[in-house]
């Protein structure tokens, strides 16, 4: 039995299994992509302006704060908020994108 059958494979079922796969994919690959709540995908950037007010709702952004250092904040502090986001934000809508007529 090989490392993919013995380690990868189980890990990967039991991952569905819990309703918790994550896909990573390239640059590009969720560009026609929809949240649920209707929002197109962010990019870093994007996404930490809206991490920024979950970490200091009131302060202005700064754009020189890293993502993984908002994320890192609010993983520690916020973590309810930090959850309600990710999942509000990164659950694509199953109908998009649209196929395109060909």
């Not at 059958?5 to 569905?16: G, K, V």
């Not at 007010?53 to 993983?75: E, N, R, V, W």
Request: proline share 10%.
């Amino acid at each position: 039995m090989d490392e993919l059958e013995r380690i990868y494979i189980p890990h990967l079922r039991e991952q569905f299994r819990n309703g918790r796969p994550i896909l990573f994919t390239g640059a590009g690959f969720s560009a026609d992509a929809f949240s649920v709540g209707g929002q197109s995908l962010p990019t870093g950037p994007a996404f930490a302006n809206r991490l920024w007010p979950i970490c200091f709702p009131s302060d202005p952004i700064d754009p020189h704060t890293s993502l993984q250092d908002l994320y890192g904040y609010a993983l520690q502090r916020e973590r309810t908020r930090l959850s309600e986001l990710l999942l509000s934000t990164f659950t694509v809508d199953s109908s998009t994108p649209e196929e395109t007529p060909k």
